[in-house]
């Protein structure tokens, strides 16, 4: 027996349905289906009743429902208890890539002058694997690019950071190294590499901000952003990343690589960040997230804030 099947039981309970429990964990319904399935085959008895109409625990259910519940609260008092023995704590970070390599290491040294003793752990990933993370608990908080199906959840809540646009990354071998901008018909001829699942049908992200109509030459998919700067360094591929965020590139810095901007293309996003609505952030986390927003603040990029922070900044 896994904590993530008694988890995932109280979820399905907790919304009647197994899809909405899948989509709020943003987790596949088969996955969810399976993990209930293989917890009911454990203990040899039905803990669902499965209907048109939904699901609801069965009488057995409702008694392990009762112990699932107590075994979770358990769980989250004796990691909290765990935490309070340390001088300071653990804070667990969910993030997209960019932001890991250009807000994260800057925040962590502006803590770490006061607060020694924070154990940073921080996960990168697409943002529908940042808002997972934040969801089940993985994470204290993340840091994304806002898209649509955020809007749907119930389990997060959504501040913006920042706006931000998409430019295209070209090397000395790109014929457009001279350029300033290119238009989105030129770039259909360049090849692209795609940064893991990016410009696939199902993919949100730049995938929707394209629209419809014909998507980049992908020739390379990978998940080492380091590979994809290095490839277009020394060859004609083509990628795109933020501008905002890429400012302090290395490869950009040293004039290895060029950033043009799609002339007939919108290519401008925001970023923010999501907190659960289901696991309270603690008084550590509330300080990390803080010192986030101040770092965005201090590199130049307009922070969002609340009708209270901006009453306690003027105090």
Not at 6 to 28: C, D, G, H, I, R
Not at 164 to 187: A, F, N, R
Request: a neutral charge.
């Amino acid at each position: 027996m896994k904590i993530e099947q008694l988890y995932l039981f109280k979820e399905a309970v907790k919304y009647n349905s197994v899809s909405a429990a899948a989509e709020k964990n943003f987790m596949s319904q088969s996955s969810v289906s399976s993990s209930i399935i293989n917890l009911e085959k454990e203990l040899g008895t039905e803990l669902l009743r499965r209907s048109n109409a939904g699901v609801s625990p069965t009488i057995t259910g409702e008694l392990v429902l009762q112990k699932a519940e107590d075994i979770l609260k358990a769980i989250d008092d004796i990691t909290e208890m765990a935490k309070e023995q340390h001088k300071a704590g653990e804070i667990s970070i969910a993030s997209i890539p960019c932001i890991c390599d250009w807000i994260i290491p800057a925040t962590v040294r502006s803590l770490k002058e006061d607060m020694t003793d924070i154990l940073f752990s921080v996960t990168t990933g697409e943002s529908s694997q940042v808002a997972h993370d934040v969801s089940s608990g993985i994470a204290k908080f993340g840091i994304l690019i806002h898209y649509g199906e955020l809007k749907r959840s119930t389990d997060l809540k959504y501040t913006p950071l920042f706006k931000d646009e998409y430019v295209l990354y070209v090397g000395k071998s790109s014929p457009y190294w001279e350029k300033e901008s290119i238009t989105y018909g030129e770039l259909l001829e360049e090849p692209y590499i795609a940064y893991r699942d990016e410009f696939k049908r199902y993919n949100g992200g730049l995938t929707n901000m394209i629209g419809s109509g014909k998507l980049p030459k992908v020739v390379f998919r990978t998940d080492n952003l380091d590979s994809i700067k290095s490839m277009i360094t020394y060859n004609q591929y083509v990628a795109f990343f933020p501008r905002r965020m890429s400012e302090n590139d290395f490869y950009v810095q040293n004039g290895l690589i060029r950033r043009l901007a799609v002339s007939d293309k919108n290519l401008s996003f925001e970023v923010g960040y999501v907190e659960s609505t289901k696991y309270k952030m603690k008084k550590l986390d509330r300080i990390v997230l803080k010192a986030v927003k101040d770092t965005v603040r201090g590199m130049g990029a307009e922070v969002s804030t609340t009708g209270k922070e901006r009453e306690q900044s003027k105090g």
